[in-house]
Structures are given as C-alpha cells and as structure tokens.
C-alpha cells in the first residue's frame, strides 16, 4: 500500500488525506486532539524554514544575479499585484450590492484587540518593519524586513569573490532540499489539519452568517476563475486555464488549510522550479507576494466593511465605493504588517463611513468567529495567485 502510495503525485496523496482527514472528523471527532499534532508540526515546519528560506533565496539570487536573468520581469509581476488586488475589491463592492448582507451586531467588542486607527499607522507599520534588525526580523517572520536586508546584502555581495558568491548558492541549495523534505509530509500535516478544522468548527456556528460566508467565498471564487485568468490569458496569450487550475490544485489546496501565506512560500517556490520558472524572479516575487500580494484580504475588507454599512442603513455613493476599495487595497497590503491580519484593518475601511471603533471590532469579531472559512479562503487566493502571476510573466516571456 506504501508503495502504491508512493508512486502518486503529491496532489493525489493530498486529496486522499482530505477525504480521509473528513471521514475521520465525522465519525471519529474525538480523535482530533490526537490527529491535530500532525497538522500543528506540518505548519510549524514550514513557518520555521520560510524565514531563513527567503533571506537566503533572495541574497544568493541577487549576489549572482546576472544581467539578462529576468529580473526585469519583477516590474510587470508587481503591475499584476496591484491591478488583481484592484479588480478582487472592486469585483467585492459590485458582489456587495447585488447580494447585500447584514450583521447581527450584538457580540461583545474584542478589547484585547488593537486595530490600526488611520492608513497612516498602517504604513508606519509597514516601513517600521522594512528597517528592523535582521536577527529580529528572522526570529518574528518579519518578511518586510527580511526583504530588506535580504536585497541590501545581496547587492553588495554582487562584488565579492566567485567563491563566496558560490558558496551562498551552495547554501540556497541545502536549504531547498530542506524544503523538499518538508513539502514530502504535506500529506500527513493536511491530514491532521482537515481532521482538526472540520472536527472543532463543523457548521454549527456557521449557519447564522451562512449568506455572508456564501458572498465572501463565491467572490474569491470569482477572482480566482475568472478575473486571474483574464489577467494571465493577456500576458501569455492563450487559454490560461491550466496554468490557473494547477496553481490551485497545489498551492491553493495547501495555503487553504495551513491559512499562512508565510508557509506556503516554500510550497509555491518548488512548484515555480516544477513549472521551469526563473528562480532569480521566483526566490523575490514570491516572497514580495507573500507580503504584499493580498487580493483575498481586500475581498474580505471591503465585503464586511459593506455587510456593517448595510446592517446600519449607511447611504453610499458609488464615488465613496471607488475610494473604499482603493483603501481596501492599501491596507490590505499593509495585513503582514499588523497583528491579525485583514480583519484588524476592517475598522479603518469603517473609517471610511463614521462608523465607531465599538461597532468596527463587533464587524471584527463575527469575521473571527467564520474566518475557519473566510481565512482559509482568503489564504488559497492570495498565495495561488503569488506563483500564477509570477508564472505568467516569467513563462510568457520565455
């Protein structure tokens, strides 16, 4: 049986441990405190690795980096960042409308909670991070300043000896045979998750925001099918259907359950190798996109910062929408940055409209209590798309 099992492709060995992950967690709930360990070391291993991963990937590439390499696809990469996330808040606000939702605004505010108060903390955040010490950086998962320092050292080692530049690859390469071994036990880790997700939330506490979690889920859907792929077909120039379903059969799948872009970076820089991406644009894009690439958050800002304007009978002009989902973007690229991700920045899109801080974290706590859905939705969008555009432009210009 191990043997056959072997002989399976990654993806098919994850889709036989969702389906036994499920049938577990229906007829076995109470083995979750005990399946969950193997979730719990899947994710571990992959946010411990993604620190040093990055800074060595990005320093190596950049210290041999070579004109002609394709670094200059990093451009129209980050064009494609930007203009996704303003379509996905865009497409939110049109999904808002057609299909309003509203919020039982009853729960107690989450006080322990503190969310950014103005766009303006959201970027102080943001380049407080791009300055912060190395070691610290590494130790927090601080990927902003990671980046940095990565990029920094990588340009002045661009003039060091062949010898030292040749050892920084050799480094990069033991590090990715690290993460082989590690995306290996994909499997057994998303076994473990599954059981623990579907055993501990199951749907009871989700049928009260059943049409809220229908609207935020069926619009990622939508950016995911149709706007990525209008996007890829325009760089590449043909039916971009296969590339978009493998991103998401492999990274999307995993990025759903272990909910951190940060752990799945290794994952989607071995299927980039896989797809014969140029690893000096993948070891940077990647990691920049897993940062800053969160069209997923702005579909989440902008869907619930609409569902507390509804369920408040807020007028809202289609000029205030427009300005809402530029807002969505700017914060939604600033959620590493913050202690909680897209929800805490709820309130400043909330802003937008007067609506009280009180009110806002109520709006933050219902996103808590369906994020096993919303999170992990938001999660499978933002990091399948880091390696489809990233894929995209690199193979099209190949």
Same mark, same amino acid.
Not at 25 to 42: H, N, Q, R
Not at 164 to 185: E, K, P, Y
Not at 302 to 311: C, D, G, K, M
Not at 345 to 374: D, K, N, R, Y
């Given at each position: 049986?191990?043997?056959?099992?072997?002989?399976?492709?990654?993806?098919?060995? %994850?889709?036989?441990?969702?389906?036994?992950?499920?049938?577990?967690?229906?007829?076995?709930?109470?083995?979750?405190?005990?399946?969950? $360990?193997?979730?719990?070391?899947?994710?571990?291993?992959?946010?411990?690795?993604?620190?040093?991963?990055?800074? #060595?990937?990005?320093?190596?590439?950049?210290?041999?980096?070579? =004109?002609?390499?394709?670094?200059?696809?990093?451009?129209?990469?980050?064009? +494609?960042?930007?203009?996704?996330?303003?379509? *996905?808040?865009?497409?939110?606000?049109?999904?808002?409308?057609?299909?309003?939702? &509203?919020?039982?605004?009853?729960?107690?505010?989450?006080?322990?909670?503190?969310?950014?108060?103005?766009?303006?903390?959201?970027?102080?955040?943001?380049?407080?991070?791009?300055?912060?010490?190395?070691? &610290?950086?590494?130790?927090?998962?601080?990927?902003?300043?990671?980046?940095?320092? *990565?990029?920094?050292?990588?340009?002045?080692?661009?003039?060091?000896?062949?010898?030292?530049? !040749?050892?920084?690859?050799?480094?990069?390469?033991? =590090?990715?045979? #690290?993460?082989?071994?590690?995306?290996?036990?994909?499997?057994?880790?998303?076994?473990?998750?599954?059981?623990?997700?579907?055993?501990?939330?199951?749907?009871?506490?989700?049928?009260?925001? *059943?049409?809220?979690? %229908?609207?935020?889920?069926?619009? +990622?859907?939508?950016?995911?099918?149709?706007?990525?792929?209008?996007?890829?077909?325009?760089?590449?120039?043909?039916?971009?259907?296969?590339?978009?379903?493998?991103?998401?059969?492999?990274?999307?799948?995993?990025?759903?359950?272990?909910?951190?872009?940060?752990?799945?970076?290794?994952?989607?820089?071995?299927?980039?190798?896989?797809?014969?991406?140029?690893? &000096?644009?993948?070891?940077?894009?990647?990691?920049?996109?897993?940062?800053?690439?969160?069209?997923?958050?702005?579909?989440?800002?902008?869907?619930?910062?609409?569902?507390?304007?509804?369920?408040?009978?807020? !007028?809202?002009? +289609?000029?205030?929408?427009? =300005?809402?989902?530029?807002?969505?973007?700017?914060?939604?690229?600033?959620?590493?940055?913050?202690?909680?991700?897209?929800?805490?920045?709820?309130?400043?899109?909330?802003?937008?409209?007067?609506?009280?801080?009180?009110?806002?974290?109520?709006?933050?706590?219902?996103? +808590?209590?369906?994020?096993?859905? !919303?999170d992990s939705t938001e999660t499978a969008l933002n990091s399948s798309?880091? $390696?489809?555009? &990233? *894929?995209?432009?690199?193979?099209?210009?190949?």
């Amino acid at each position: 049986m191990f043997s056959a099992l072997a002989r399976l492709s990654l993806v098919s060995r %994850i889709i036989i441990a969702i389906v036994l992950g499920g049938l577990v967690a229906y007829f076995i709930p109470e083995a979750a405190g005990y399946v969950s $360990i193997l979730g719990d070391l899947f994710i571990k291993a992959l946010k411990s690795v993604a620190p040093i991963l990055v800074f #060595i990937l990005v320093l190596a590439s950049i210290a041999n980096f070579k =004109v002609g390499q394709g670094a200059s696809n990093l451009k129209p990469i980050l064009l +494609m960042y930007v203009v996704g996330m303003l379509l *996905a808040a865009t497409t939110a606000v049109i999904a808002s409308n057609l299909f309003p939702s &509203t919020l039982i605004l009853t729960i107690d505010p989450e006080t322990q909670l503190q969310p950014p108060s103005s766009i303006a903390e959201v970027l102080k955040t943001l380049l407080l991070n791009f300055i912060s010490n190395p070691v &610290t950086a590494l130790h927090e998962a601080n990927f902003i300043g990671i980046l940095a320092w *990565a990029v920094g050292l990588g340009m002045a080692l661009r003039h060091a000896s062949d010898t030292t530049r !040749q050892v920084l690859t050799d480094i990069a390469d033991g =590090v990715n045979h #690290i993460i082989r071994i590690v995306i290996s036990f994909a499997p057994l880790g998303i076994f473990g998750l599954v059981v623990a997700t579907f055993a501990q939330a199951g749907l009871d506490t989700l049928e009260h925001y *059943a049409h809220l979690i %229908i609207v935020l889920v069926a619009t +990622m859907a939508f950016v995911a099918l149709v706007i990525n792929p209008i996007l890829v077909a325009i760089v590449m120039k043909k039916n971009p259907y296969p590339l978009v379903f493998k991103c998401l059969e492999e990274s999307g799948i995993t990025a759903f359950f272990t909910r951190s872009s940060a752990a799945n970076i290794p994952v989607n820089l071995d299927l980039a190798k896989r797809l014969g991406v140029s690893e &000096t644009t993948a070891n940077v894009s990647i990691p920049l996109g897993a940062t800053i690439n969160m069209a997923g958050a702005a579909v989440t800002i902008t869907i619930l910062t609409l569902a507390a304007v509804n369920t408040l009978d807020i !007028q809202v002009d +289609m000029t205030t929408m427009i =300005v809402l989902s530029v807002v969505s973007v700017v914060t939604a690229c600033g959620a590493s940055g913050v202690a909680g991700g897209s929800l805490l920045l709820i309130p400043v899109a909330c802003g937008l409209f007067g609506i009280s801080s009180e009110t806002a974290m109520q709006v933050v706590a219902i996103g +808590m209590v369906i994020s096993v859905l !919303q999170d992990s939705t938001e999660t499978a969008l933002n990091s399948s798309t880091d $390696i489809l555009f &990233t *894929a995209a432009v690199d193979l099209s210009r190949k």
